[in-house]
């Protein structure tokens, strides 16, 4: 079987700024970096495709090839491609910021060996900070094509996560849905089906022929503001997470294709929640009045250019920080762009879980401090690793020296302090022992000394006691002359015993 390539087309490869700044549609980027050979190495800007999975956070490098037979990639490649290709060089027509590829072309065809590039997606996604704020521009049909299937799909499988990030504080989420304007040259009956409010809002998506279900606009409408107002009424109660539960109940019961995409089967999801469907439906208002809706205005305002965002052109849309996410509406390609969006090293652990994650420090590809018994400064982050000096040593993380413990006076030993690389150990004078291992250096004395010391320290306190005798006594014997002798027992063993009556 023949391993899949990436396939890098050279009419994408550089956007010029004052063209994408006019498109309504941004362009998401990452880098191209030559590394070899070193004449024709550097690093370039280049355009992330709407086709493919970019492997968001990370980097993907390996020999490139072209091949001359079929260069646009457009018929099957029949004979095996170079050995140890890992992306493959296609032409996209001529195009005026094309530059890189033939750079690149150029390098393949003058003989100087492998041309090796380097993708690197790790800036591909803002991270400012230890929240990301993400958005999905979704519609609640499912019957407009493999597009509301899948998103209706990832509703239900994409929960479990959502709602763990949302209630970590990890992840702020906000649901959309795109909407359009009956036009002035619209049928009225036509708009009287698609929209509400007086042809104020349609639905931009529609059933597809063959699909069995005759859904007009008005009611896609109709639940897509119910999800919108549901949102709302559970983030005035700060649970907005529960709203991935009602989004995914109603894609799973309330289907067209059951005859069930009703108000009914809504307001039944919500009552199984325990959400008040009165509430909602306040919300919701009244669909036949000719007057603007807040939340819908809104979402009709949010589809405009937002700047570095761009217009919301097509269904679904996924906005992690400030860029529209490519790739695959599912689990794993989702969490990927969201962890993308986290400052490095705040985020969360199931970032750093081996089916998102590559670790690098136990790959032993870092380049950080390395020390005895297997100590490293290597620390591992989803976009990479970062190099920390461990606990016991200091240092920038590329050099590390052990902390002397013992003179700095960084220990809790009782008696001996013992230096040892990256850690410290207690050990005890002559005649004494450890209590326990591990802990504070408690000691115990030895038998001959425990005997020693109990000796003393019965002799001291007779001491004491008599000598209180003689200070307390005298004035006593001034209400009872029998006190000092109810004080004193009689001899034993040669010795005076006080006594406690």
């Known amino acids: 079987m023949r391993s899949p390539v990436v396939l890098l087309a050279v009419a994408f490869l550089l956007h010029q700024a004052g063209w994408s700044r006019a498109a309504t549609f941004h362009v998401e980027t990452n880098a191209l970096r030559i590394k070899e050979p070193a004449s024709y190495a550097g690093s370039f800007d280049s355009a992330i495709g709407d086709f493919g999975v970019p492997l968001y956070g990370g980097t993907l490098q390996g020999r490139i090839a072209f091949i001359e037979s ?53 800036e ?5 900070d230890n929240r990301v704020e993400w958005e999905l521009w979704f519609s609640t049909n499912t019957e407009c094509g493999q597009a509301c299937s899948a998103t209706s799909s990832f509703l239900s499988q994409f929960k479990d996560s959502a709602v763990s990030l949302e209630q970590q504080g990890f992840t ?83 289907t067209p294709a059951a005859k069930q995409f009703t108000a009914a089967c809504a307001e039944r999801q919500l009552g199984d929640m325990g959400v008040s469907a009165a509430a909602v ?31 919301i052109i097509m269904l679904p849309t996924l906005i992690v920080n400030t860029n529209q996410y490519r790739g695959r509406l599912n689990t794993a390609g989702v969490l990927r762009a969201l962890c993308a969006g986290f400052a490095e090293g705040t985020e969360p652990p199931v970032c750093l879980n081996p089916g998102v994650n590559v670790d690098e420090c136990t790959q032993g590809v870092d380049t950080c401090w390395k020390g005895p018994d297997g100590a490293s400064a290597c620390v591992d982050t989803f976009r990479g690793y970062v190099c920390r000096c461990p606990e016991g040593w200091q240092g920038d993380g590329f050099k590390c020296e052990d902390i002397d413990e013992c003179a700095l006076g960084l220990h809790n030993c009782e008696q001996i302090c013992i230096n040892t690389p990256g850690s410290f150990r207690c050990d005890c004078k002559a005649g004494y022992k450890h209590v326990r291992e591990g802990g504070p250096a408690g000691l115990s004395l030895s038998i001959a000394g425990v005997a020693i010391y109990r000796w003393k320290s019965q002799s001291a306190m007779q001491d004491e006691i008599r000598a209180i005798m003689r200070d307390y006594m005298p004035l006593d014997d001034r209400a009872d002359p029998e006190a000092g002798a109810k004080l004193l027992s009689k001899h034993r063993n040669g010795r005076a015993r006080a006594r406690v009556e």
């Open 124 to 128: 591909s996604i803002t991270h400012p």
């Open 70 to 122: 079929n260069p646009q990639g457009c018929a099957e490649f029949k004979a095996p491609l170079p050995s140890g290709t890992e992306i493959l060089l296609v032409t996209r027509g001529n195009c005026f910021f094309k530059d890189t590829g033939d750079r690149v072309r150029k390098a393949l065809g003058a003989g100087q060996g492998a041309v090796v590039v380097e993708f690197d997606w790790k």
């Open 281 to 311: 439906a306040d919300c919701v208002g009244d669909l036949r009045a000719d007057q603007p809706h807040e939340l819908l205005e809104t979402q009709l305002a949010a589809q405009e250019d937002r700047g570095p965002v761009g217009r």
């Open 172 to 254: 702020l989420f906000t649901p959309h849905v795109m909407l359009s304007e009956c036009s002035v040259w619209t049928a009225e009956a036509l708009c009287a089906r698609n929209c509400i409010r007086g042809g104020r809002y349609c639905a931009t998506s529609a059933s597809t022929a063959g699909s069995g279900t005759d859904l007009p606009g008005a009611s896609v409408v109709e639940q897509d503001l119910r999800h919108l107002c549901t949102y709302r009424v559970l983030n005035a109660t700060g649970e907005a997470w529960r709203w991935w539960d009602y989004a995914s109940r109603f894609a799973q019961h309330c």
